[in-house]
């Protein structure tokens, strides 16, 4: 993805549903890398079906890529949850340009006191973590002793090729890897 480093917002491309085309506009921020649009691509196929009526959290939303991709596919509701507040504003605005405010709700936290809280249950949970510092491991024991995924509920992990995917107390349901990026769909055992 080309990235503009002269100032301006960078942007994303909605690749399916109601959306398909439209952009997204997001902060230059060294740890935000939207999902490629291919791994998007394959991860909306693998969940055809259970993105219509579902409840999404999206975690570490960053761009909110993967919950604007599924608000687009016709989820119910989508939680984008950043702890950036330049972030937060961005997705507040692209929540509006797109005027999904109705089943849209954008929380500034941390990805894990999110977790800690009651809330959910959330049908699909996206984890996409900044590379850097990855928090995946962590975020995905809390998220197995919290009980915001719904009953046959699917987590999306994406995390560094280099590192295998922290999956200990989780079933893998799919997994693929696209240059330095491996994503893979988890569901409780």
């Excluded at 109601?18 to 999902?35: A, E, H, M």
């Excluded at 969940?47 to 975690?59: K, P």
């Excluded at 699917?154 to 590192?163: D, L, N, S, T």
């Amino acid at each position: 993805m080309e990235r503009a480093h002269h100032g301006m917002a960078n942007e994303v491309r909605i690749i399916g549903g109601k959306f398909r085309g439209r952009k997204l506009t997001f902060p230059d921020l060294p740890d935000l890398r939207p999902t490629l649009g291919r791994v998007r691509e394959t991860l909306f196929n693998w969940l055809r079906a259970d993105v219509a009526d579902s409840r999404c959290l999206d975690l570490f939303a960053g761009s909110g890529a993967l919950g604007f991709e599924a608000l687009s596919r016709g989820a119910a509701s989508v939680t984008f949850v950043d702890a950036d507040r330049k972030v937060v504003r961005s997705l507040r605005q692209n929540v509006v340009r797109l005027q999904v405010a109705d089943r849209a709700e954008v929380i500034c936290r941390r990805a894990e006191a999110m977790l800690r809280r009651d809330g959910g249950p959330w049908d699909i949970v996206f984890i996409d973590p900044p590379f850097r510092h990855s928090a995946l491991a962590g975020i995905l024991e809390l998220l197995a002793d919290s009980q915001v995924l719904a009953d046959g509920g699917v987590v999306y992990v994406e995390g560094p090729r280099r590192e295998p995917l922290p999956t200990a107390r989780w079933r893998q349901l799919k997994h693929a890897t696209a240059g330095d990026t491996q994503f893979g769909l988890l569901a409780t055992p």
